[in-house]
């Protein structure tokens, strides 16, 4: 399985950007779809994840202003993040659990950076 994160960059607080991941297979192999971020000198943090059947949930400090979502057809997830901050300032990673193995996969990582 590769994944292919895009959407990265920078923008002022209260902006907005769209995250892709783009999977090299069926995304219906995958029990979870998650987004990730790391800032620097912290640890990797669960930011939103989409189950096999749907389901979403978010970090409580994303709540209300991302949005995880995914195109089947097109085997990409991506996640909508508005009102964005500075503390939003990371690299995010998009990850895949499948379930078949139970592997665990991740993407190259795409740089936010978020100015006041």
């Known amino acids: 399985v590769q994944l292919q994160a895009s959407g990265g960059g920078l923008v002022q607080a209260g902006g907005s950007l769209r995250l892709s991941c783009a999977a090299s297979?069926?995304?219906?192999?995958?029990?979870?779809m998650s987004w990730y971020r790391q800032a620097p000198g912290e640890q990797r943090e669960l930011v939103a994840q989409i189950t096999r059947g749907g389901f979403t949930n978010y970090a409580d400090s994303v709540k209300g202003r991302f949005a995880i979502s995914r195109d089947n057809a097109k085997n990409t997830m991506y996640l909508q993040m508005n009102s964005l901050k500075p503390e939003d300032t990371a690299v995010y990673y998009c990850?895949?659990?499948?379930?078949?193995?139970?592997?665990?996969?991740w993407g190259q990582g795409t740089q936010v950076t978020v100015s006041s």
């Open positions: 297979t069926s995304i219906f192999n995958f029990n979870s």
């Open positions: 990850n895949v659990n499948e379930w078949r193995s139970g592997i665990d996969y």
